[in-house]
């Protein structure tokens, strides 16, 4: 799942390299057996063009101006929620961003016939954009 974030409206503070991207979310899937894919991600990758020249970049391939990742491999207890969080500075020019949860076939690649995933949940999904104040605002 990804969300396309258009960063106009906070564009002077992310010239003055004063806005820091944040994303946290909690993973879960079921115990499942030894063929249970585990792997969940997180990222967060900024552009410095417009959302839709950003979203054409990534289909032809081309890589992001900034851009982080953590991953996890879930445990097999349904009753826990494990944290994943991503901090990434926003450089200079950066004009949108383009957040992902993502869940992988770490395990097995199941055919089109088979099921993908057992049971693999995300929820409490945060967004944030921090914000350091302006020299001229700190006094």
Known sequence: MSQWIDLTPWRDAIADGRV????????NRVAGNADTDSQFSIELESFEVGTDQAHHLLKSRRLARSRT???LL????????????ASLTLPIDSRCINVMILAFEN?????GANEEFDGHFADDLHFQLLIEPASSETK
Do not use: G, I, Y
Not at 74 to 85: F, G, I, Q, V, Y
Not at 107 to 111: L, Q, R
């Open 20 to 27: 820091q991207a944040k994303l946290t979310s909690r993973f």
């Open 69 to 71: 990742s953590h991953q």
């Open 74 to 85: 879930s445990d097999s207890n349904p009753a826990s929620w494990e944290k994943l969080e």
């Open 107 to 111: 395990v097995v690649n199941d055919d």
